[in-house]
């Protein structure tokens, strides 16, 4: 067995793949954990503070494969067990109101071809982590422990244990130190002192809360997906232009829902939670038939009011002594469903950088880690920050839908051009986060000539011809040309 001691510091899913990385690689493991372990039926479920459901996607799942280069295929302890408890979402089903007050809901596929992202329970997918961990002889789990210093100098690490009746401190020593522990990070806050790190910290004006839409109590035994009231398979959005409300389905038959909406908007129904039912039922048609609104109001009422933050920072790592990883590097705003997977992904790209050096060299390792992966990280923070307006509002434009056809028709029917939607590169490919906005732009470039190019110019000239030939009615010519230019963007 090695003598390098990687001490990884918060068990949460990032902590834990970045764990397995290391044991399985022959490293003496510490996993340190503020929090009681995930596994025992008296923690508090992390749900509290956390949304109970995400969706994985590709980046995620890849990592996890590469979790388990030995497993014969159809053997893997951790991909199959994870992906066996999860739900395919194939694409986002939105809800509405037509003008005659008739409700719809609408299908748009993420790929076309066919590809779905998929629902996970977080704490299922934490605790599977864990139990493959436990199973591994070079690992050892320290919970109830709360990272409060460091010296990466030196290699020491300070940690309150939280076990007896009074805390006590502990001193530990470690080769290198992967700090996993979230948005608000120790590890982060104690290698500031260390190196100059750039660091860029904004909250949205946007809460979230959760609330549930419960399983049909009577179904058909033989069809289990009869229990769900709406498609298990869509991720459902209600956009509301500035906020959105949202639903995820678990396996249970159940859903998670999300509202996302400003701190005025929150304060409004915070000051009288009996307005819940009727603001739904303003902007969010159909939720309240089911959800029942007594249990809208007693959810809003239960449930966490919580922020969203957006954390960027450089670098991430500090000498050959520490690294940051998940949100602790990186915490985004939900809106891409990404920051578990771009975390998970994390552990996968720092590991092709040790796996090039013998320990005594992870100095370079890291240096080039930090090169290669800020970029991305930045990348992602963005792109989720631009995704709230793509999902609370661009889903109903006509141009968004020009766009998406155009892309995905050229995907699958001249597919040697390569081209592919912005969400099918962040979803369903490991393509770098800063490689899908360059390309993303480039073709968005393209497409503007081609349409200026082959309606734009040719119905100015039109227009311009229109106007010298008939100007006393140029006026209605221009309207003409309006109506032509409009209805071609909304076919
Ligand atoms: P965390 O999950 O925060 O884990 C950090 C761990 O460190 C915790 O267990 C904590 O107890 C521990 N810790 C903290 N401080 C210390 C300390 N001092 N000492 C020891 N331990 C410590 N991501 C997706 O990929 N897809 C989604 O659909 C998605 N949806 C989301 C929806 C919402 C509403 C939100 C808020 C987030 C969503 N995310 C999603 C993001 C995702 O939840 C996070 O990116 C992910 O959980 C980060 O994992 P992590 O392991 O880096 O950090």
Redesign the pocket.
């Known amino acids: 067995m090695s003598s390098t001691k990687v001490v990884v510091?918060?068990?949460?899913?990032?902590?834990?793949?970045a764990a397995l990385y290391a044991a399985q690689r022959g490293f003496d493991v510490e996993i340190?954990?503020?929090?009681n372990d995930?596994r025992d039926p008296t923690t508090v479920p992390?749900n509290f503070t956390?949304?109970i459901?995400?969706?994985?996607?590709v980046?995620?799942i890849t990592a996890m494969q590469q979790a388990e280069p030995n497993s014969a295929e159809g053997e893997r302890k951790l991909l199959d067990h994870v992906l066996a408890a999860t739900i395919p979402m194939r694409g986002r089903m939105i809800h509405g109101k037509k003008v005659t007050g008739e409700l719809y809901e609408e299908g748009q596929d993420y790929d076309v071809h066919g590809r779905t992202?998929f629902?996970v329970d977080?704490g299922g997918l934490?605790k599977r982590l864990l139990d493959v961990l436990e199973s591994m002889p070079n690992v050892k789990f320290f919970f109830n422990?709360?990272?409060?210093g460091a010296d990466f100098r030196k290699r020491k690490a300070w940690?309150e244990q939280r076990t007896g009746s009074a805390p006590q401190e502990i001193e530990v020593d470690f080769d290198l130190m992967v700090g996993?522990?979230?948005?608000?990070?120790?590890?982060r806050y104690q290698m500031m002192k260390f190196t100059r790190v750039d660091y860029e910290q904004s909250y949205i004006d946007t809460l979230?809360c959760?609330f549930q839409i419960q399983a049909k109590a009577q179904y058909d035994l033989a069809q289990p997906m009869s229990r769900f009231r709406i498609s298990p398979n869509h991720l459902h959005i209600w956009p509301g232009k500035e906020f959105m409300y949202i639903a995820?389905p678990s396996e249970d038959g159940t859903f998670t829902c999300?509202l996302?909406a400003p701190g005025d908007k929150y304060a409004y129904l915070e000051s009288n939670p009996a307005n819940v039912p009727s603001f739904f039922d303003h902007y969010f048609p159909g939720v309240t038939d089911l959800i029942p609104a007594e249990e809208l109001i007693a959810s809003f009422n239960r449930n966490p009011h919580?922020p969203?933050i957006s954390i960027k920072c450089k670098p991430h790592h500090y000498s050959s002594s520490v690294v940051l990883?998940?949100?602790?590097?990186h915490?985004?705003?939900?809106f891409?469903?990404?920051?578990?997977?771009?975390?998970?992904e994390?552990v996968r790209t720092l590991f092709t950088f040790l796996d090039r050096f013998p320990a005594s060299e992870w100095g370079h390792a890291l240096d080039e880690y930090t090169a290669y992966r800020v970029p991305d990280a930045h990348s992602i923070n963005d792109l989720a920050l631009q995704n709230y307006t793509e999902m609370r509002a661009s889903v109903l434009s006509p141009t968004y839908r020009l766009r998406k056809f155009l892309e995905e028709s050229l995907s699958k029917y001249v597919p040697s051009l390569g081209w592919q939607t912005k969400y099918s590169r962040v979803s369903f490919s490991n393509e770098r986060y800063s490689e899908v906005i360059a390309r993303s732009e480039y073709q968005g470039k393209i497409l503007m000539r081609t349409f200026f190019g082959a309606i734009g110019v040719p119905t100015l000239v039109a227009a311009a011809w229109a106007w010298v030939r008939y100007r006393r009615t140029a006026e209605t010519g221009v309207k003409a040309l309006y109506g032509f230019v409009a209805g071609a963007i909304r076919r």
């Open positions: 510091v918060g068990a949460g899913p990032v902590g834990s793949l340190y954990e503020l929090r995930l992390l956390k949304s459901n995400l969706a994985l996607s980046r995620g992202i629902a977080r934490n422990h709360k990272l409060t940690f996993a522990d979230g948005a608000h990070s120790s590890v979230w959760e995820i999300t996302f919580l969203l990883l998940g949100d602790a590097a915490a985004m705003v939900p891409y469903g990404q920051g578990m997977n771009a975390g998970l994390d």
